[in-house]
Nanobody, 121 residues
Framework: EVQLQASGGGLVQAGGSLRLSCAAS????????IGWFRQAPGKEREGISC????????YYADSVKGRFTISSDNAKNTMYLQMNSLKPEDTAVYYC??????????????WGQGTQVTVSS
């Protein structure tokens, strides 16, 4: 069974940084697309970043490009999202997702529980 667990959220001041982790179990990271999404209150879910573990290619939404960096440690079956220069509008619940044999961008079938990120002004 594919399981994903996001962690690392918290409260940070604007301009600060956080690193989110997504630990996976039930599968190995080989040949997967792993993505990060977020959903703020009253807003639709937004896909913000994705990494294809087969070739290391990455995707970023314009809203986070240049500030967020996605990476994966295939040996640890863990994906990371380094978030720098955080803004209040980055406040949301962040989710990770996985899709086998896929390249970014893609749709995802497996989702983890979210982690709250709150950025104060």
């Amino acid at each position: 069974e594919v399981q994903l667990q996001a962690s690392g959220g918290g409260l940070v001041q604007a301009g600060g940084s956080l690193r989110l982790s997504c630990a996976a179990s039930g599968f190995t990271f080989d040949d997967y697309a792993i993505g990060w999404f977020r959903q703020a209150p009253g807003k639709e879910r937004e896909g913000i970043s994705c990494i294809s573990t087969s070739d290391g290619s990455t995707y970023y939404a314009d809203s986070v490009k240049g500030r967020f960096t996605i990476s994966s440690d295939n040996a640890k079956n863990t994906m990371y999202l380094q978030m720098n220069s955080l803004k209040p509008e980055d406040t949301a619940v962040y989710y990770c997702a996985a899709q086998p044999m896929a390249l970014c961008p893609t749709t995802f079938d497996s989702w983890g529980q979210g982690t709250q990120v709150t950025v104060s002004s």
